[in-house]
Every structure is written in C-alpha cells, then in structure tokens.
C-alpha cells in the first residue's frame, strides 16, 4: 500500500491540498496585504511628513484617494467633487470667492489651497481641533452649515455608486486587502487623506535658487525677498519657514507649531469685532480675544490662489499688499464699515509701512516667484478618470 494510505495524508498534502498549492495562496495572500511601499518625492530640503500610524502611505492608496478627489458620486447628486473646489491650476484652491456646494448657497469661506497639506499640524481656516486629514474631510462630505457635498444621511448610498464601479472593484481590494468588506467611510477618508499629503509643491524659482540655480529669481524677485525677510515688514513672522505660515510639523519635529492671527481686516464695532458667521476661532471658543483669528495660509503658489483672505474679500496680489501697508483694511461704507488699522485685537505684526513704487514691485515679483509650475501641471496630481487604470505595483 501506498505511505499516503497507510500513514495519513502523504508528505506533500495537508487537508487535500498539494503543498506547492498552498505555498502559492500563502504567497500571493501576502502579497495582496502589502500594498507597494511608499517613497517620498519631496523636494530638496524638504522634512518628511509626519503620517497617522493607522493609515501609513502606499501607491495603490494614494491612486484610490485621487480616483476619490476627482468623483462626483461624492456628492448627493453627483454634479460636484472635491476637485470642483480645490484646483489644480489654481494651487489646488478655488477662484471663486464664495464658492457653492450641492444647495447653490454660497460657501462663507474661500477655499484654502491644499498645496503641502500634509505638513499643516491644524486644518481648516481656523478650527485648532481639526487636526487630521482623515476626519476633516467628513465636514465638506456630511457637514451641513453650510451643506457642500450633501451627503449627510446618504453614506450608504454613496458607498453603493463606489462599490458598483469597475475601477473601484480593482482599486479598494487592492489597498485593503485584509478588510472582508473594504468599502467603507473609513476608507474613502483614508484613501483621500493619503492622496492629499501627496501634493507637495516645492520646484518653484524660488526654490530652484536656493538650490543652487543661477537665474532660477530674477534680481527684481531677489530683492522683493529681502524686503519680505525685513523687520520692517515683518511678513516672514506669520508666513516663514519652508511652507511660509507659521502652522508647521513633520517627522521628528518636538512639537506641531499652530498660530492664528487677526490682521485688521475688519472692525465693526470699534472693538475689532468681525462679521458673522465669519468670526475666526473665537466662533468655536467664544473668547473676545480669538475675534478675527485665522490660520495664515501658506504663501506657496500665492500668485494662482486669488481671492485672498478667509472670506476672499481681497480680489488681487496688489490690493493683498495694499492692507498690509496700511496695518489693516479701512472700509469706508456699508454693513461692514469700519477701520481695521484701529483694531485693538489686530496682530502685533500688523503695523504698516511704506513702499516706494519699484520696492512694490519687487516684493510681487518675490511672491510670484512662489509659483511652481511643475506642480499646478504634475499629472500625478491631475483628474485620474480620463485615463486607462494602471494599479501601482
């Protein structure tokens, strides 16, 4: 008689299976719960990102968070994405001042650029609870005041139009090979947040000088930095560092760096008060002195991320450089008449100064010399859906 008939299940079988057969589900089981590891295209003097440890980078995430950044089925009625406000051409931002979600009702707020998103240690223009990526993209999905992709009460729904797509039945398995049911809430936000700290914006002129390339800034730019790094004009205060704002963190800093300031853009009452609903942290806090306290965006690709401010009440580069001259906006009449230079809540900083006509130009062309125009054109970045599915490997 055979070994296999008188001692059991022979050398190379267990349970029925060939062990060579075995060894090949237990390989490719392995390999379908480690999704490609993630390598960093950061620019030159640029620290890595600091990563939540429950949701650590890959590429085949990274493809599905953009597949997810630019998809309609994000919305009630699937007419907006992420992507309708934050562009790529415009720094991933908005041009519209007041944009809309699926209501038509006009957002309060202008959105914020997500240019180095992933080095923010606090989000938004001026929640300092709004710390990850992952959480704050349920506001603009489910949040209703102000209602912008209308998703509230709709979650299963919108998962159902994610579970029903071709490209999708490769793309969520891929990247979560180890949930029996990967779509879920919790990994749309994943895989959006890991897209998200992909966009990093670093090849501007201004950074190509500093690395070494001659003619990379024109003397003009170079000057306008000089006057920016000036006490004088005390800009590099709010807006220094690599990411000019002050909000700052990544991989091996000690401790996230959070400011907010009020740069006299209003004062209603005499006392610095802001209009309503736009109030700064103090809507969250209700503290007198957090009136008209904001998170300073950062100044990268400034020249593309037109209307300025929270509410997008600055419509250019040069009427930006005009309140800052002047330590604070005057508005001469109507509802929101008052003079903000004269705030008793304003930024220390704010204190105003004096250009001559080239030095204003010398300081725009610094600003713009913050553009990079690799990154508002980088395909890794742009609108996946137009093109084949390539799964990263």
Known sequence: ??????????????????????????????????????????????????????????????????????????????????????????????????????????????????????????????????????????????????VEMGLAGLEAVMLQRLRVEPRYQQLFPATFPQDRDPYTLANVTRALAAFQRTLISGRSPFDRHHAGEQGAMSPAALRGEELFRSEELECFHCHGGFNFTGSVDFEGKGAPEIEFHNTGLYNLDGRGAYPAPNTGVHDLTDRPEDMGRFRAPTLRNVAVTAPYMHDGSIATLEAVLEHYMAGGRRIVEGPHAGNGSASPLKSPFMVGFTLTAEQRLDLLAFLRSLTDEAFLQDPRFGDPWAAPLVLPR
């Open 1 to 146: 008689m055979s070994p296999s008939r008188t001692h059991g299940p022979g050398p190379w079988r267990r349970a029925g299976v060939p062990i060579f057969g075995a060894l090949a589900v237990l390989v490719i089981a392995a390999w379908r719960q480690a999704p490609s590891a993630w390598r960093w295209d950061l620019p030159p003097g640029f620290p890595v990102p600091r990563v939540p440890a429950d949701n650590p980078m890959s590429a085949v995430k990274v493809e599905l968070g953009r597949h997810l950044f630019y998809d309609r089925r994000l919305s009630s009625d699937q007419t907006i994405a992420c992507s309708t406000c934050h562009q790529q051409q415009a720094g991933f931002s908005d041009p519209r001042r007041n944009p809309a979600g699926v209501t038509h009702d006009p957002h309060p707020r202008n959105s914020m650029s997500l240019a180095n998103v992933a080095y923010l240690p606090v989000l938004t223009w001026a929640n300092p609870t709004q710390r990850r990526l992952e959480n704050q993209a349920l506001v603009p999905l489910f949040g209703e005041t102000p």
